[in-house]
């Protein structure tokens, strides 16, 4: 389990990947060796899965947020298979979890507009089988964040 100090350099990586060892190491008041080997250990030990770049969505005509709900009737290993295939081939895909109660899946898409939806939409239905499936669409973004609360 990391330390304090490894939770300090966790939060300034959240906040900022293209930090300098020598910069996260004076904001956390070590010297550059023992900070490089922190995070080294950190990133052996899986708590650095990878540093990325955060994109801004609205110059990338990206802006609409699709909330898809999905209920099968196929609970079956060879019907989950090609549902994760499916997910994991369909870009606009950002995030997709199983879940409990009356919902079988949520999925997040991000796409362009309505029409990109409906593009989107009829791929998915085409690859796999589902018993219903309904969407939302965010009108607005209150919060998002990459940063895990350590």
Same mark, same amino acid.
């Given at each position: 389990?990391?330390?304090?100090?490894?939770?300090?350099?966790?939060?300034?990586?959240?906040?900022?990947?293209?930090?300098?060892?020598?910069?996260?190491?004076?904001?956390?008041?070590?010297?550059?060796?023992?900070?490089?080997? $922190?995070?080294?250990?950190?990133?052996?030990?899986? %708590?650095? #899965?990878?540093?990325?770049? *955060?994109?801004? !969505?609205?110059? &990338? @005509?990206?802006?609409?947020?699709?909330?898809?709900?999905?209920?099968?009737?196929?609970?079956?290993?060879?019907?989950?298979?090609?549902?994760?295939?499916?997910?994991?081939?369909?870009?606009?895909?950002?995030?997709?979890?199983?879940?409990?109660?009356?919902?079988?899946?949520?999925? $997040?898409?991000?796409?362009?507009?309505?029409?990109? %939806?409906? #593009?989107?939409?009829?791929? *998915?239905?085409? !690859?796999?089988? &589902? @018993?219903?499936?309904?969407?939302?669409?965010?009108?607005?973004?209150?919060?998002?964040?990459?940063?895990?609360?350590?």
């Amino acid at each position: 389990m990391p330390d304090s100090t490894d939770l300090a350099i966790l939060r300034l990586l959240q906040q900022d990947a293209t930090l300098s060892v020598q910069a996260i190491a004076e904001r956390i008041h070590l010297t550059t060796s023992p900070c490089w080997r $922190r995070i080294q250990a950190l990133e052996a030990g899986g %708590y650095i #899965r990878r540093r990325v770049a *955060l994109l801004n !969505r609205q110059p &990338l @005509a990206l802006g609409v947020d699709v909330f898809v709900f999905i209920r099968t009737n196929e609970h079956n290993d060879a019907w989950l298979d090609d549902f994760t295939d499916t997910v994991i081939e369909l870009p606009e895909i950002v995030e997709a979890y199983r879940m409990s109660g009356e919902v079988d899946y949520l999925l $997040r898409v991000v796409v362009g507009d309505i029409s990109d %939806y409906d #593009r989107f939409y009829k791929r *998915l239905v085409s !690859r796999i089988k &589902l @018993a219903d499936v309904s969407s939302s669409f965010a009108m607005e973004q209150l919060k998002y964040t990459t940063e895990l609360p350590i």
